[in-house]
């Protein structure tokens, strides 16, 4: 199986590379932020909880996020792989991730991180804020807040795989095709 993380702060890339990648390795993408704007669509107790923190720009539990990847690994048992997109983003949902893969038989074939500086990263949320009708991409307070919250918590997932030697770094400044055909040529080395 390939299982790969799509790793790096918010407005790295992550969704724009996730579906080319999907359509060529025929992997199931799963999404936290996805799953929990699905979830605030259809007005669900949980979505309602969740907004309130994502509309702050901060993180949800790591239980909740935690037990819609355990469901969704669950629903998809005859998948080739899975892309993890947004998750994880603490150390303790990399261990959970490992725990429910380990149970299933597979692992996480590699982490590939997408590298963009905080002023670039300011630039593309601001702009895809005036069409995805997303508010936490609209206002620059908020955006600061998720950069933080990744500094903080989720920069250290990094090191959880870099310690099992799956960690990988790319460039994610420059055109959509060229950063998608450097992160093929490090999947073709997992
Ligand atoms: P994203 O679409 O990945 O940028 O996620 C949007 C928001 O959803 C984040 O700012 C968090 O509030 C929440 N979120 C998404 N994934 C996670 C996760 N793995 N852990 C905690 N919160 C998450």
Redesign the pocket.
Same mark, same amino acid.
């Given at each position: 199986m390939l299982n790969l993380v799509l790793f790096g702060p918010?407005g790295a890339g992550?969704?724009t590379q996730s579906q080319s990648l999907i359509e060529k390795y025929q992997l199931v993408h799963l999404? !936290?932020?996805?799953i929990? #704007?699905s979830e605030i669509a259809n007005g669900t107790e949980l979505g309602l909880e969740?907004k309130k923190?994502?509309d +702050?720009?901060?993180?949800?539990? %790591?239980e909740?996020?935690i037990g819609m990847i355990s469901n969704k690994l669950d629903a998809n048992k005859d998948a080739k792989g899975f892309i993890f %997109?947004?998750?994880? #983003? !603490?150390v303790a +949902?990399a261990e959970a991730l490992d725990m429910l893969l380990k149970s299933k038989g597979t692992a996480i074939s590699g982490m590939i991180a997408l590298e963009v500086n905080d002023e670039e990263l300011q630039k593309r949320l601001l702009l895809r804020g005036k069409d995805s009708g #997303?508010a %936490?991409d609209a206002d620059p307070e908020i955006i600061k807040r #998720?950069i933080k919250?990744y500094n903080d918590k989720t920069a250290p997932v990094a090191g959880f795989y870099k310690d099992q030697d799956k960690f990988y770094s790319i460039n994610g400044i420059g055109n959509i095709e060229s950063i998608f055909e450097s992160i093929c040529e490090v999947i073709a080395k997992f």
């Open positions: 918010p992550k969704g999404s !936290t932020g996805d929990l #704007r969740a923190l994502m +702050q720009g901060l993180l949800v539990p %790591d909740v996020v %997109d947004g998750f994880p #983003r !603490t +949902q #997303r %936490d #998720r919250e």
